[in-house]
């Protein structure tokens, strides 16, 4: 007996060795796909208006400058280049340490929700999904969306198991601390309010109220403050065919079906190399859902679903998109760590049941894991965690080139979409700059050149699909008088050099004196911008 049981326990160390040392493989490799190409990734239109905010000399004026950025993560962004200076990588060193720090809180979250081999597929998957790596190393929010969201949770889940005075005031200063960095946590934290409400005793439900208040209190204040005045009507346009279609029953499901295939495409697409492998990750959520319909815990499908209903509901209201197009399903990062679970826990529910059937049925388990490694795509997904194509803008060479290059009368024309990150990199004078107003403009003019040199225009492109709609538009914005001379590429990047024909001042166009300005747009403004679909983004 006593040597039965030194086996045993022998058994169990060396079990918990082994998964020791796979967690701490997963761990170590999702740390090292976050921080490598962390700082050398020039940075895009969206990520560069964080950055001039956050080298604003105040912290008045970054709120201010980082417009729909939540408060908190401007602020602390702001510190940072106080301290470290304003380089890529420190910039982006916050959205790291949030997305580092969600995959290191999703083990405990996962062990506690399920067993021990759904936990560590989970933690695979929140590892190495390629979304999730992506924007632990962009200058935006959405990594934080993750990251307070597995919080909050872990917190839930450790005050249901051992109420605490201590437990109660953590969970509900991280909930005030997680409204101010991330705008999913309005989502959210009514989740947690309600799986409280319905795990714990019934003296402490009047906790949960107060909490609830507290939360309430709290989203009211921050809007009132703060997000109220970022309410971009333009995006609210842009984001107009992401919103309930109501005109019928069959607009209505088609648009519905639609944003749920949108949805899983997004956050399960870059695993595999087959255009339809992404629906192994459909079907076993489906799986997943079934299983904790049956078997629990349900409290999770709340954690995942709760969110995504209210969310639907704010889509109602014109006021949040639901799984939207262009990829707009990043604004739904919170609910990924708990659809990957979801996911791991069909997995492997599937894969262990086939294994404990008699043979020869049992190898059916190895025949669907090979199945689904062949769809996969390994290579391709270690470049990707590496190396991001998403959003990949190296304007920084050609504003270094500009500058170098440019000759006294020279113009520069910067167009729309290249505007922020041009203001980050372009070192010289900004003053004569002109600055396009939206995508669509035509007409261009320009005030008389002081000097005798010959009128030049540098036009500075990026964000992008292909040059060709970018030479239509520029033929549209000057007109037949000028031809392009010089054109220098990077990834997403243009530097046109464009030479008036006659080359003689005469013959240009007059305006009157004032600042120069870019002309008539139809549309005019962001939306027409917004109209034309960026690029690919994961």
């Known amino acids: 007996m006593d040597e039965l049981s030194g086996q045993t326990t022998r058994t169990a160390s060396s079990v918990t060795?082994?998964?020791?040392?796979?967690?701490?493989?997963?761990?170590?490799?999702?740390?090292?796909?976050?921080?490598?190409?962390?700082?050398?990734?020039?940075?895009?239109?969206?990520?560069?208006?964080?950055?001039?905010?956050?080298?604003?000399?105040?912290?008045?004026?970054?709120?201010?400058?980082?417009?729909?950025?939540?408060?908190?993560?401007?602020?602390?962004v702001w510190g940072l280049v106080q301290v470290w200076g304003g380089s890529e990588a420190v910039l982006r060193s916050l959205s790291f340490a949030l997305g580092v720090g969600s995959v290191a809180l999703f083990w405990p979250v996962a062990r506690h929700l399920t067993n021990r081999i759904a936990a560590l597929l989970g933690l695979a998957l929140v590892a190495l999904s390629p979304v999730l790596v992506y924007f632990s190393k962009e200058l935006k929010q959405y990594s934080g969306d993750a990251f307070f969201a597995i919080l909050m949770v872990w917190l839930a889940e450790r005050l249901k198991e051992r109420p605490s005075y201590a437990r109660w005031l953590t969970l509900a200063l991280v909930g005030l601390v997680a409204l101010g960095f991330s705008h999913g946590a309005v989502f959210v934290l009514p989740a947690i309010l309600l799986v409280l409400w319905l795990e714990s005793p019934r003296p402490h439900r009047f906790r949960v109220i107060g909490l609830g208040a507290l939360w309430g209190s709290a989203i009211i204040i921050f809007f009132m403050l703060v997000y109220r005045g970022q309410v971009?009507?333009?995006?609210?346009?842009?984001?107009?065919?992401?919103?309930?279609?109501?005109?019928?029953?069959?607009?209505?499901?088609?648009?519905?079906?639609?944003?749920?295939?949108?949805?899983?495409?997004?956050?399960?697409?870059?695993f595999f190399a087959s255009p339809w492998g992404w629906l192994w990750g459909e079907v076993f959520v489906m799986v997943g859902l079934v299983l904790l319909v049956r078997e629990g815990p349900r409290r999770l499908l709340i954690y995942w679903g709760g969110p995504l209903l209210l969310v639907f509901g704010a889509s109602v209201l014109h006021r949040y998109p639901f799984m939207g197009h262009y990829n707009?399903?990043?604004?739904?990062?919170?609910?990924?760590?708990?659809?990957?679970?979801?996911?791991?826990?069909?997995?492997?529910?599937?894969?262990?049941?086939?294994?404990?059937?008699?043979?020869?049925?049992?190898?059916?388990?190895?025949?669907?894991?090979?199945?689904?490694?062949?769809?996969l795509q390994p290579l391709?997904?270690?470049?990707?965690?590496?190396?991001?194509?998403?959003?990949?803008?190296?304007?920084?060479?050609?504003?270094?080139?500009?500058q170098k290059h440019l000759r006294p009368g020279d113009r520069i024309y910067v167009y729309f979409h290249a505007i922020y990150p041009f203001k980050y990199y372009y070192h010289g004078k900004l003053t004569g700059v002109v600055w396009g107003k939206s995508c669509v403009e035509t007409n261009l003019e320009l005030p008389p050149?002081?000097?005798?040199?010959?009128?030049?225009?540098?036009l500075v492109a990026s964000h992008f699909?292909?040059?060709?709609?970018?030479?239509?538009?520029?033929?549209?914005?000057?007109?037949?008088?000028?031809?392009?001379?010089?054109l220098l590429t990077r990834q997403n990047a243009a530097?046109?050099?464009?030479v008036h024909r006659d080359r003689t001042l005469a013959n240009l166009r007059r305006m009157p004196a004032k600042s120069p300005q870019s002309g008539t747009a139809a549309p005019s403004g962001e939306r027409a911008c917004l109209e034309i679909p960026p690029p690919p983004r994961p």
């Open 328 to 375: 707009g399903s990043r604004l739904l990062l919170f609910s990924a760590p708990w659809l990957y679970l979801i996911t791991a826990i069909g997995t492997a529910a599937v894969v262990t049941r086939l294994w404990s059937q008699p043979r020869p049925w049992r190898w059916l388990a190895p025949a669907l894991a090979g199945l689904i490694l062949i769809t």
């Open 465 to 486: 699909r292909d040059l060709a709609p970018l030479r239509r538009f520029a033929m549209r914005l000057l007109g037949p008088d000028w031809r392009e001379e010089a």
């Open 495 to 498: 530097l046109f050099l464009f």
């Open 17 to 76: 060795r082994y998964e020791s040392l796979i967690i701490a493989a997963i761990l170590g490799v999702a740390v090292l796909f976050r921080l490598w190409d962390l700082g050398a990734r020039n940075l895009w239109t969206d990520e560069a208006w964080v950055a001039l905010a956050a080298l604003a000399p105040t912290p008045g004026e970054a709120l201010t400058l980082g417009r729909s950025t939540p408060p908190f993560y401007t602020l602390t």
């Open 232 to 270: 971009n009507l333009e995006l609210v346009a842009y984001w107009l065919r992401d919103y309930p279609d109501f005109s019928g029953l069959t607009p209505f499901l088609m648009w519905f079906g639609g944003s749920w295939v949108r949805y899983f495409h997004y956050f399960f697409h870059y």
């Open 380 to 402: 391709a997904l270690v470049q990707e965690n590496l190396h991001p194509q998403a959003n990949r803008q190296e304007l920084k060479p050609l504003a270094a080139y500009l």
């Open 449 to 458: 050149s002081k000097s005798g040199s010959p009128q030049r225009l540098w």
